[in-house]
Every structure is written in C-alpha cells, then in structure tokens.
C-alpha cells in the first residue's frame, strides 16, 4: 500500500507565502509525475503544477510565477512553494503521484488533502 502525506496548510494573509510537502510511504519501485491539485468549495478538482521525476514542471495560469514545485527523489517527497498568495488560492490542497511497481499494474494516488486559507 502506498501512501501521500501532505502538510504546510494553515492560514495566512494576502500577499504572504506558504509551503506545502507532501511525503510518499510504502513498497514500490518509483514515482513518476508528482502533482498538486486543489479543490476550492463549490469548484471542481483542478491541477496547479506537475514535476515530472526528471525535473520538468508546469503550472496552471493562475499561479505561474508566483508557485513553484520541487521535488526529492532520494525522500520521494514533493513541495509547492506558493506566495503573493490570494484570497482566490483558498481551497484544499492535494498531492497526486503516479506510482510505478515491478509485478503489479501502476498505480495513481492521492493525498488526503491539506487547506489553505488566504484572507486577511
């Protein structure tokens, strides 16, 4: 069984930063795409940012430059860096990565979400 780990939400005011990680555990041979999505009430699931493992990333319009992702093979660990943060980036926050196994079909899976609160 594998398993996302997020964490870094929390409240902060408009125009400040906050860092989200999220933390892969269990049995499996490696992770290709890492991404996060959020989730804002009343909205659907949408992507913000993707890194593949070699380094690769893109971002939903709405962040870029102002969200970065980065990741560390060697902890199997991703992290969203997210600032001049806007009350419109609230929602809850979702690790997604695409696990590669040797004897078994690959696998997609999801954090159980952390929130971030943008408001003054």
């Known amino acids: 069984q594998v398993q996302l780990v997020e964490s870094g939400g929390g409240l902060v005011q408009p125009g400040g930063s906050l860092r989200l990680s999220c933390a892969a555990a269990?049995?499996?041979?490696?992770?290709?795409?890492m991404s996060w999505y959020r989730q804002a009430p009343g909205k659907e699931r949408e992507l913000v940012a993707v890194?593949?493992?070699?380094?690769?990333?893109n971002y939903a319009d709405s962040v870029k430059g102002r969200f970065t992702i980065s990741r560390d093979n060697a902890k199997n660990r991703v992290y969203l860096e997210m600032n001049s943060l806007k009350p419109e980036d609230t929602a809850v926050y979702y690790c997604?990565?695409?696990?590669?196994?040797?004897?078994?079909?690959?696998?997609?899976?999801w954090g159980q979400g952390t929130l971030a609160t943008v408001s003054s």
């Open positions: 997604n990565a695409r696990v590669i196994f040797i004897n078994r079909p690959n696998l997609e899976v």
């Open positions: 269990g049995t499996y041979f490696s992770i290709n795409d």
């Open positions: 890194i593949t493992r070699t380094g690769f990333t």
